[in-house]
């Protein structure tokens, strides 16, 4: 192009995009910087950008579309400054005063960084056309119609003010000719919203990669210009361009077509629906929701485009036609959904007739006065609230014979029947076994009804596959739809949900909880009493507060557990029954059920209403235990499992709260619990730390099962492949088991975090003959079958009734069964503030205490009474440290494992078991000698013995044999 033809194009375009008296920056891309200048003389700025445009590293220059701050110009006055620093300003959003036009490109798809193709750069051009012929169908002036030597260009004029909503219209107009123009070959540019857009200066060249013959370089020019962009016929008015997105926006909707996008039907998948009736559409996502964009007009044979449907997140529906002839926008679905689905007859409106119809027939039967419109209201709004309409599959009963007949029944089981048997019957109905999972379910949910419960939070562990999803899910079936959160959730779903009521059930099932929903877990627990507020940061960087609702429950169902042990701590833990008994009982029950016909009366049983019906019916209550003080725990070092007995107390009487005594403080209705309600709770206490649950050691079922595996086999010693033997279970489980695991940035820990009884040595052993011996190194798990029956006694509860009652297990002379319950309720026993860990305990320095103990406190456990204490000068100033029993065996036993004892010293064929000691071992020197060897008069422990047995075998085990 010869120079001057390319400085009049440039100046041209220059008068058309800016004011004549305004000034403008040109901005000019290379490939090693920005460099840019301010001009109000746009003969120097052509003159400037030609010569820039000779640069083969330009890739692109540009001006800016609308009015800039004419102090600006200071900053570059009349110049191109070569390459920007940092410290030099371009022209941003806060520098316009005024929108003079709404730039629309269109740009064929392609890789990033390319020149576009010929048939590309047509294809834009086409679809440039095709916008402005639906503009201007909709009233728009004409456009400037230009190339931007990749695609193509529409500018329209405008006058809007800079701000906010000026921003929102025009990006909202880009949004909808981006869903209703783009297409796999060209998309409208959605990026162009901003009022400090940078345009292609038309007359420049175009360089996006290398201009080779199939992708050329090309240059920009206008192809259809405006006679006089200040004209009041070249304006867009703002009011055109709210009439273009009132076609698209229900919130710009006005009169009759805001209602029936609002009470569109909801259950339609509109997607489907056209899909089913033979409409040819193209589908995008628009507002969460979705818009179908028609490739032929159902309202008009006159034109093929412009009509639409749109499905909104809330499933609302809106179709339209931007064509006037087409109504312009106005609503049609309506019109469009009758033409292919026929009127049917208003079934709730005969259903509704045949009810009200029946309760009056039914009144005057029974001799009383017909109901009046009011009392109709009433019954039908009492009918659709218990969830047993018609729609809800309940069955065609009346309201008042299904409500009265459940409430009948309700109040006799309140009044004079046992509510738990009740649910528990009917959960059993459903789902085999797992009594003792059900039990915890439901004295979790009913915590919500006790005005001073802390609540209870159910965990339950075992293999996959045995049913703990079914149970949470027949559990849930019995408690009303109003608290039944269903589905999985995210972390921060809780604090955002509009349908959380307080006392709502939250199940977890096989769900990782990630940090964040443990340390919400913590806190929605310590305050179950008290709306949990949760404190963010808005995307605005404004502080926000989320609240999840007071007295919500949780029942988590993991194989593993929850992970955390502090959200274990929290939590009645109990187990799934994976039995091979209850494996048989739900294969037959699932095989009888195969036979079975389907029940046509309806989903849901009377009993699973009546369960709903029993939830509704109890009230908030404060229950009192007036026998508190006399509950007596076996071991009290979780701290959180009273509370829970206590709680577990509580809800039995809140349950049965009609038939205990109660009285009124206030406005709080106060149920006195009974001996009963303690039988109950300490009898469910009992199964939890028994065959059904670890509510007081929290082991899970497979690590309970393992702790059975060892106790059984009555070895000291043992080997993974010893557990692998006796168990079934593989070496990586076992290990597990033992050790626990990390998975997903969780630790899970094992069985030696979690029992004392169970500690493991590294240990070297030597295999071979002399001259060719071979070392290796091996690890051995120790049991303490002594430690391990002191730690299972962990979880009984009773009664004490008499000042000195000693526990049902014990005879009153072995010191390891006294407890705290055994001394004087009013006796504080002394606690000892010198403690030691066990590393540091040597069994040489301690000494038995004659009689039955002491009542110091075990400086290693906290447990009292102590039998052993600390060798102290008498006129040492230390403070005398105590052990228990336990503590001291554990002690001893771990001193005798440290012992390394020669092959071959020992003959172990030859020792014989005495009954009586003969002193102490001459190995350990620690415990009485029980084995003896008569020859050799070589006197051992039952410890060393069992040890240097084992240590044999492996050595025989490992020996070459003859060659």
């Known amino acids: 192009m010869p120079e001057e ?3 009049k194009e440039i100046i041209t375009s220059l008068h058309l995009l800016s004011q004549h008296d305004g000034i403008f920056e040109i901005r000019i891309i290379r490939d090693d910087g920005i460099c840019s200048g301010y001009f109000s003389d746009r003969e120097k700025a052509a003159t400037e950008i030609l010569k820039y445009d000779a640069d083969s590293k330009v890739s692109g220059i540009y001006v800016t579309l609308n009015d800039v701050d004419p102090a600006l110009l200071v900053r570059r006055a ?3 400054k070569f390459r920007l620093g940092k410290k030099d300003a371009s022209t941003g959003d806060s520098d316009i005063i005024r929108r003079r036009w709404l730039p629309i490109d269109i740009d064929p798809r392609r890789p990033s960084g390319v020149s576009s193709s010929e048939s590309e750069h047509a294809d834009a051009i086409c679809r440039a056309d095709t916008i402005a012929e639906f503009l201007s169908g909709l009233g728009w002036p004409d456009p400037i119609i230009a190339d931007s030597g990749n695609g193509a260009h529409l500018l329209y004029r405008i006058d809007l003010p800079q701000n906010d909503e000026s921003k929102a219209i025009v990006k909202s107009v880009l949004e909808l000719l981006d869903r209703r123009f783009s297409d796999s070959r060209c998309m409208v540019d959605t990026a162009n919203f901003n009022a400090s857009r940078i345009w292609k200066v038309y007359g420049t060249l175009s360089r996006k990669g290398d201009n080779l013959l199939e992708r050329p370089h090309r240059r920009s020019k206008i192809l259809k210009s405006i006679v006089d962009p200040q004209s009041s016929d070249s304006l867009v008015s703002e009011d055109k361009l709210r009439l273009l997105l009132s076609s698209e926006h229900p919130d710009l909707c006005t009169g009759p077509d805001k209602e029936h996008v609002l009470k569109s039907d909801s259950r339609i998948d509109l997607g489907s629906w056209l899909s089913g009736h033979g409409f040819s559409y193209t589908e995008k996502p628009y507002q969460g929701g979705k818009v179908f964009v028609f490739d032929s007009c159902p309202f008009s044979s006159a034109h093929t485009d412009g009509a639409y449907a749109i499905q909104f997140e809330n499933g609302a529906i809106f179709a339209g036609c931007h064509h006037t002839s087409c109504g312009g926008g106005k609503q049609r679905w309506p019109e469009l959904r009758a033409r292919f689905d026929p009127p049917k007859l208003d079934f709730e409106a005969r259903l509704a007739k045949l009810r009200s119809e029946r309760i009056r027939a039914k009144m005057e039967a029974e001799g009383r006065l017909p109901l009046s419109e009011e009392e109709m209201a009433q019954a039908k709004a009492l009918y659709e609230a218990s969830g047993s309409s018609d729609s809800s599959g309940h069955g065609d009963d009346g309201p008042d014979e299904v409500n009265e007949s459940i409430l009948s029944r309700c109040t006799g089981i309140l009044e004079s029947a046992d509510p738990l048997s009740f649910m528990l019957e009917t959960f059993a109905s459903v789902h085999e076994g797992d009594q003792t999972v059900a039990e915890c379910l439901i004295h979790s949910f009913a915590s919500r009804s006790v005005i001073n419960s802390k609540g209870l939070h159910v965990s339950i562990t075992g293999e996959s596959g045995k049913g703990k999803s079914h149970a949470i899910e027949t559990m849930k079936s019995l408690v009303p739809k109003k608290f039944r959160l269903e589905g999985r959730l995210s972390d921060k779903a809780l604090f955002y949900m509009e349908d959380l009521s307080a006392g709502s059930v939250i199940a977890l099932d096989d769900v990782s909880l990630s940090d964040q929903m443990q340390e919400v877990l913590k806190g929605v627990t310590t305050s179950f009493q008290k709306p949990f507020p949760y404190r963010t940061v808005s995307k605005d960087r404004k502080a926000e507060t989320y609240v999840i609702p007071e007295r919500c429950v949780w029942w988590i169902a993991k194989v593993e557990g929850p992970g955390d042990d502090q959200v274990f701590n929290r939590m009645l833990t109990c187990w799934i029954d ?9 294969l037959d029950r699932t095989l009888s059920g195969a036979e079975d016909l389907p ?14 019906q029993i939830w509704e019916s109890l009230s908030p209550v404060w229950v009192v235990i007036p026998y508190a003080r006399k509950i007596r725990f076996q071991s009290a070092e979780n701290r959180r499992n009273p509370d829970m007995l206590l709680d577990l107390v509580r809800t039995n009487a809140a349950l049965n709260q009609r038939q205990r005594e109660t009285k009124t403080i206030g406005s709080v209705t106060c149920v006195i619990a009974d001996r009963t309600d303690f039988n109950e709770a300490a009898r469910l206490f009992a199964m939890l730390n028994g065959e059904t649950g670890a509510q007081a050691n929290k082991l899970t ?5 393992l702790i059975g595996i060892l106790s059984s086999m009555n070895q000291y010693e043992v080997t993974i492949g010893d557990l692998q033997h006796a168990s079934g279970l593989t070496n990586s489980s076992v290990g597990k088991l033992l050790h626990g695991y990390h998975s997903y940035g969780k630790t899970y820990s094992g069985l030696l975090d979690k029992c004392p009884a169970v500690s493991f040595l590294d240990r070297t052993v030597t295999s071979g003959d002399e001259g060719c011996s071979t070392m290796r190194r091996t690890r ?3 049991w303490d079958a002594a430690l391990y029956k002191a730690w299972e006694k962990g979880g009984s509860v009773w009664l004490c009734d008499d000042e000195y009652q000693e526990s049902d297990d014990s005879d009153g002379n072995d010191p390891d069964d006294m407890n705290e319950s055994s001394y004087p309720a009013h006796v504080n026993p002394d606690v000892c503030d010198t403690s030691m860990s066990m590393a540091d305990v040597q069994s040489r320095n301690f000494v038995r205490i004659s009689g039955h103990g002491d009542r110091q406190r075990c400086s290693v456990c906290g447990k009292c009474p102590t039998q052993y204490k600390e060798r102290v000068a008498e006129n040492s100033k230390a403070i005398q440290r105590m052990l228990c029993r336990s503590c001291y065996k554990r002690t001893v036993s771990r001193e005798v494992a440290s012992i390394i004892t020669l092959p071959g010293v020992i003959d172990t064929k030859n020792l014989v078991k005495r009954d009586v000691p003969s002193g102490r071992c001459q190995v350990c020197n620690l ?8 020859d050799s008069r070589v006197h051992v422990c039952d410890q060393c013995y069992k040890k240097t047995i084992s240590e044999n075998f492996d050595t025989d085990s490992l020996s070459p044999g003859p060659p």
């Open 599 to 612: 029940d046509a009366t309806s989903p849901e049983s009377e009993e699973v209403l009546v369960c709903r």
């Open 927 to 934: 415990q009485p000698a029980v084995w003896s060897d008569p």
């Open 5 to 7: 033809i390319q400085v």
């Open 701 to 705: 079922k497979r690590e309970s099962n």
């Open 780 to 782: 051995v798990y120790l």
């Open 78 to 80: 009349n110049r191109i």
């Open 578 to 586: 994976d039995s091979e008994d209850q494996d048989k009982r739900v």
